[in-house]
């Protein structure tokens, strides 16, 4: 083997390692996609299937967030008088009529057999509190099955104090309110609306990013440039050592 092949040994494979990783975060992009896919399917489901009776008490330690959120039900239940926790939120993506600064207003809502649901009535502009309506009220929710969420590095610590929270954390609240044992979940309420409009329960639609394709191209487009880079430098370098051996 020449000296300028051999000079090119261990580029080569560095490259190759690096072409190798890229092929392989393109592929898993493209296996994460039909997962997302197969997930939005899923949900999709369940937030558009008829609503189902709200499992028995005996039933939720069965319940799981990856085979029963979002699954939609309907139970009777009295909301606990003047009792609710306000929950700051932007926006949501799965409530596209919700938009800009405001609150989700959780309450206590006890079942037939005395069990606690804590249920999530939906959202508040943030300058629209004074127009809150009264709790207390006996109804038939329908609404989503849901799992509290999980805090983020960058999320605010509550404030218990003003009855503020900024997690949608429900056993978290029920703690600090002192509202007692309560469901694993919380319920997302679709309907009924709230006397005097306000808080706005409405219809969940499933909106999950879906820029997996995206980032496969990607990664696929960088392994084809650095194939071709090195194609063209490996190629310069043995021209020119030819060249300098004549």
Do not use: C
């Amino acid at each position: 083997m020449s000296t300028a092949r051999q000079g090119l040994l261990l580029p080569a494979l560095a490259a190759a390692s690096a072409f190798a990783v890229l092929i392989a975060l393109g592929t898993w992009q493209l296996e994460r996609r039909q997962w997302k896919h197969t997930l939005i399917d899923a949900l999709t489901q369940r937030v558009t299937a008829a609503p189902t009776a709200l499992p028995a008490k005996a039933q939720w330690g069965e319940l799981t967030a990856e085979h029963d959120e979002f699954r939609r039900v309907m139970f009777r239940a009295e909301l606990v008088p003047n009792e609710r926790a306000l929950v700051y939120t932007l926006g949501s993506r799965l409530r596209p009529d919700v938009s800009g600064p405001g609150f989700w207003v959780f309450a206590p809502a006890r079942l037939a057999d005395g069990s606690l649901v804590v249920v999530n009535r939906g959202f508040v502009p943030a300058d629209r509190l004074a127009a809150l309506g009264r709790t207390g009220l006996e109804a038939t929710i329908v609404g989503y099955l849901r799992w509290p969420e999980a805090r983020g590095w960058f999320t605010p610590q509550d404030e218990p104090a003003r009855n503020v929270w900024y997690v949608r954390d429900h056993r978290a609240i029920a703690a600090a309110k002192n509202w007692g044992e309560t469901a694993p979940f919380f319920v997302d309420q679709e309907g009924p609306a709230a006397p005097g409009g306000l808080p706005r329960p409405g219809p969940l639609a499933i909106a999950l990013p879906d820029d997996h394709l995206q980032y496969a191209l990607t990664w696929y487009g960088l392994a084809a440039v650095l194939a071709v880079v090195f194609a063209v430098w490996a190629r310069g370098r043995l021209r020119a050592a030819g060249q300098g051996g004549r």
